[in-house]
């Protein structure tokens, strides 16, 4: 039986102006009262090279060092932000605004934060990680986002997914479960879609071909959803700029590949 995704939160306003930038600075700020930024550039360059070159085998290679830890807080999160915020805003799936945000594999809650941020009345969010660090990571920077969630540790598989006028968000977590735990995935997601939720799987424009990929694409299309490629100019942060320029990266553009359910008109 998996956790409950049922807590009673106290109301929170999110504060967007300006709330991006502030969390920003607040992750830089946290992981160099520890690490110099040359540290935290190698963390940059060793978790591109996993994200690239081995992404069949992240698991908790991700992790696995403070160096790595700061750069997806201060780097890689950051972009997954702009990069989810601009498929929210794009697919329309912040109108009308879920009353909660499910986020499977939700690292610092970057992908259920943007979806919040564009939204004109607050959503609650839930976060669920197989990661110890990510949710404890997490629970400590939402604050500068004007956010507040229920943080559970656990497998995503297993997660209780969201039923009517509620959202579910996967970004960058689907391609590293095994086989058998992305099937029963996506059956609980066409399922929760059914009872009236919206669903968003994000992952990155691959360079091979990606058969549970391909899979997926079917099922979401034949669910009346779509399947979307994106690549769009950004503007990045200060900080996460100059981490790009020394680890020899390129972020002007941002991309990645989609797959959206929008809720069923005649939820059960």
């Known amino acids: 039986m998996g956790p409950s995704l049922d807590p009673t939160l106290d109301d929170v306003p999110v504060t967007r102006a300006g709330a991006f930038e502030a969390w920003v600075e607040a992750l830089r700020a946290r992981h160099m009262e520890a690490l110099t930024f040359t540290e935290i550039r190698k963390g940059v360059v060793a978790l591109s090279r996993i994200y690239v070159e081995e992404r069949n085998r992240i698991g ?17 999160s950051p972009l997954h932000y702009l ?31 943007a979806w919040a941020h564009t939204c004109d009345r607050e959503s609650k969010l839930v976060g669920v990680d197989l990661s110890a660090w990510a949710v ?23 997660a209780p997914v969201p039923r009517r006028k509620e959202a579910l968000v996967a970004a960058f977590a689907v391609n590293e479960l095994a086989e058998d735990a992305r099937e029963r995935l996506l059956r609980r997601l066409v399922d929760s879609r059914q009872r009236g939720a919206s669903v968003l799987i994000i992952e990155p424009i691959a360079r091979r071909a990606n058969r549970w990929w391909e899979e997926w694409s079917n099922v979401f299309t ?31 553009e941002l991309s990645g590949r989609s797959l959206f359910l929008s809720p069923s008109q005649t939820p059960c």
């Open 136 to 158: 404890a990571e997490a629970r400590s920077s939402l604050g500068p986002l004007g956010l507040r969630a229920k943080l559970i540790q656990g497998r995503i598989d297993k």
């Open 60 to 76: 908790n290679n991700v992790f696995d060092g403070a160096g790595k830890r700061a750069a997806f807080a201060c780097f890689y």
């Open 83 to 113: 990069l989810v915020r601009h498929i929210v805003e794009e697919l329309g799936a912040h109108n009308p605004p879920p009353s909660r945000i499910v986020d499977l594999g939700c690292g610092l809650m970057a992908a259920s934060a």
């Open 222 to 252: 034949a669910q009346g959803g779509q399947a979307d490629e994106w690549r769009f100019p950004v503007e990045l942060p200060q900080f996460v700029a100059e981490l790009d320029r020394a680890s020899g990266l390129n972020h002007r």
